[in-house]
């Protein structure tokens, strides 16, 4: 977005924010494979990324335009996420690592979502159950499958589509399993590594943090100090 008061969004917000109760915002990564063959590795080094201090800027920018137009100056409009996630452009054969750009896009926006509770009303990932509607993901062998399924359909090779499917289940099942047990009230934990989020959680009788690692790094000997 153009954000010059004169730019896209700053025209759009002068005009509109006050006949709004919210705005409705999309944010997705963007991974370009290197070619749509089967064997072609799914981990593409062209990528655009909207994470960290990409997402952080934005949404900072978007709360302070919206303040500054507000009844009292100084009240940003509230966000509902209505959809983030991963994206791809082409289509790509499906590949388990593709699940990977996905979970990865989803886990670190959801972590900063959870640092704006009064700003944010509602953050949706972008994962569906099976599309059954989309001819792509009835290619034979679903070879060209929909990336953001829960159950990709797979047509037996030689076989009509219309009546013969497999429905099996992908990686994205893994994300609402990490989090399906997280429960009680979220505290503030903060990490002094930029690239590793924090979020915490207490209950009578436990606490839960949740850690996510931003970096492409392989290093695996990463340590944190948390507070």
């Not at 590795?41 to 990409?54: A, E, K």
């Not at 704006?116 to 990932?125: G, N, T, V, Y």
Request: one cysteine or more; glycine letters at 8%.
């Amino acid at each position: 977005s153009d954000w010059r008061s004169n730019g896209t969004f700053g025209e759009f917000a002068a005009a509109a924010v006050g006949h709004m109760d919210c705005l409705s915002v999309h944010f997705y990564d963007t991974y370009i494979p290197e070619s749509d063959e089967e064997d072609t590795d799914p981990f593409s080094g062209n990528f655009t990324v909207h994470l960290g201090g990409n997402l952080l800027a934005e949404l900072d920018l978007q709360e302070a335009a919206t303040a500054r137009l507000s009844a009292n100056g100084r009240s940003p409009m509230p966000l509902l996420v209505s959809e983030y996630g991963g994206g791809f452009k082409g289509t790509p054969r499906y590949t388990a690592g593709h699940d990977w750009w996905i979970l990865r896009a989803i886990t670190g926006k959801l972590m900063h979502f959870l640092d704006r509770p009064d700003r944010i009303l509602k953050a949706l990932p972008f994962i569906v159950g099976k599309a059954t509607w989309n001819a792509a993901s009835k290619a034979n062998n679903g070879s060209h499958s929909y990336p953001w399924l829960l159950w990709r359909t797979v047509t037996p090779k030689g076989a009509d589509p219309k009546s013969k499917t497999v429905f099996l289940e992908t990686h994205l099942h893994k994300w609402f399993e990490l989090f399906a047990d997280l429960d009680g009230e979220r505290f503030l934990a903060h990490s002094d590594d930029a690239e590793v989020q924090v979020q915490a959680f207490r209950s009578a009788n436990r606490w839960q943090v949740v850690l996510n690692n931003l970096a492409f790094s392989e290093d695996s000997g990463r340590t944190v100090q948390l507070h």
